[in-house]
C-alpha cells in the first residue's frame, strides 16, 4: 500500500490495522520503502510503500487507513462545521435543504452521504456557515478534528471539519 503517514511512526514487524470501507483487518509490516529506498521505518509526513503480510491487492482500497491496531475507528455518523462555497467561489447557485445528498471527500476518497440539517434550519445558502450532521454509506476511518471536503459532480462545493462523532 501506498500513502502518507500522517502521525506517529510505523516500523518493520509493527502489527497495524486496515481501517475504513470494509471491514478492520489486522496484519504485520513486512518493509517500509521512500523513493524506492528500503527503510526500517517512516514517520509522519513521509510519502510511503508499505508491504503488508498475506494482504493482496484485492483487499484495500483507495481512503482506507492504516493504523495501530483500535487508535482509529471506522464510524458513518458525525456532526460537522461546514462553509459551503459561494457561486463566485466556484460553489453552487442554489441553495440546498434537509437531505442533501453529497459526497464527502475525505482524505484521499469520495463517499457518498447524507446531511441532515439542525432543526429551525430550512436550508443553507452559498456562502453559509453551518453546522450539520452527515452520514455516510460506507464507514471511514475519521476522528475529531479531521477535515474534508463537501463535492457534487466532481467539483468542490465546500468544506468542513468533524466536530463529533455520533456512530
Not at 2 to 26: F, S, Y
Not at 64 to 69: D, I, N, T
Not at 83 to 110: C, I, M, S, W
Not at 130 to 147: H, K
Amino acid at each position: 500500500v501506498t500513502g502518507r503517514i500522517e502521525r506517529g511512526i510505523v516500523k518493520v514487524g509493527d502489527e497495524i490495522e486496515i481501517v475504513g470501507l470494509r471491514p478492520n483487518q489486522i496484519t504485520i509490516v513486512t518493509g517500509v520503502e521512500m523513493f524506492r529506498k528500503v527503510l526500517d521505518e517512516g514517520q509522519a509526513g513521509d510519502n510511503v510503500g508499505v508491504l503488508l503480510r498475506g494482504t493482496k491487492k484485492e483487499d484495500v482500497e483507495r481512503g482506507m487507513v492504516l493504523s495501530k491496531p483500535k487508535s482509529i475507528t471506522p464510524h458513518t455518523k458525525f456532526k460537522a462545521e461546514i462553509y459551503v462555497l459561494a457561486k463566485e467561489e466556484g460553489g453552487r447557485h442554489t441553495p440546498f435543504f434537509n437531505g442533501y445528498r453529497p459526497q464527502f471527500y475525505f482524505r484521499t476518497t469520495d463517499v457518498t452521504g447524507i446531511m441532515t440539517l439542525n432543526p429551525g434550519v430550512e436550508m443553507v445558502m452559498p456562502g453559509d456557515n453551518v453546522s450539520v450532521t452527515g452520514e455516510l454509506i460506507s464507514p471511514i476511518a475519521m476522528d475529531q478534528g479531521l477535515r474534508f471536503a463537501v463535492r457534487e459532480g466532481g467539483k468542490t462545493v465546500g468544506s468542513g471539519v468533524v466536530t463529533e462523532i455520533l456512530a
